[in-house]
């Protein structure tokens, strides 16, 4: 319910918050399958930025699943409220001065198109991580094929369920055929090009 809300104006803006900082806020969407690599590059990123002096704040899906987000399921509306609420939080951050880096399935177009609407032409970035789904199953850095493949998961993003590959993504990235530098270069290439980074 807004009808009764009003938007205040802070004193202060968000250019100057990010100017504060000396950067240029943007969001990094990781979107693939589970195991393509997300969370690995978003935190090798996080960690290059951050040793070059920038300031980032890197959200993933369980660790939003174990507070803000600890009231939602996996039902279809549920995934669509944890999506709509990581998008508001990393507009909050973005807003802060930061540069956020988002590590989530998100299968679904719909709700990242919903979350690029949050954001100004040119912040939201979407990485497609285009590792394919035997290499994914194979890794199963959680364990989490095989349970699904033994019917414990149901409606597993790749087995059960739709992965909606992004049709254009700014960034892709097939963690099968490049190291995780080698990702985390491309990446800092993107941003710096853009001139979302200092060169
Ligand atoms: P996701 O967050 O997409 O579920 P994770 O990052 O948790 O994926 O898991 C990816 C797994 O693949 C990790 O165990 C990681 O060490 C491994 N891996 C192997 N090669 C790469 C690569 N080039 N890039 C990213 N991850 C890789």
New binding site residues.
Partial sequence: MTQHTLWHEHKISRAQRAALKRQRPCLLW?T??????????ANALDLALHQRGYHTFLL?GDNLRQGLNKDLGFSAPDRVENIRRIGEVSKLFTDAGLIVLC?F?SPFTKDRRMVRQLFPEGEFIEVY?DAPLSV?EQ?D??GLYKKARAGAIAEFTGIDSPYEVPERPQIRLD??K???D??VAALIAYLEQHELLAT
């Fill in positions: 990781f693939g399958l589970s195991g393509s690599g997300k969370s690995t590059i993933d590590a399935i991580m994914c890794r850095p959680k963690t099968s490049l190291t995780v080698e990702c």
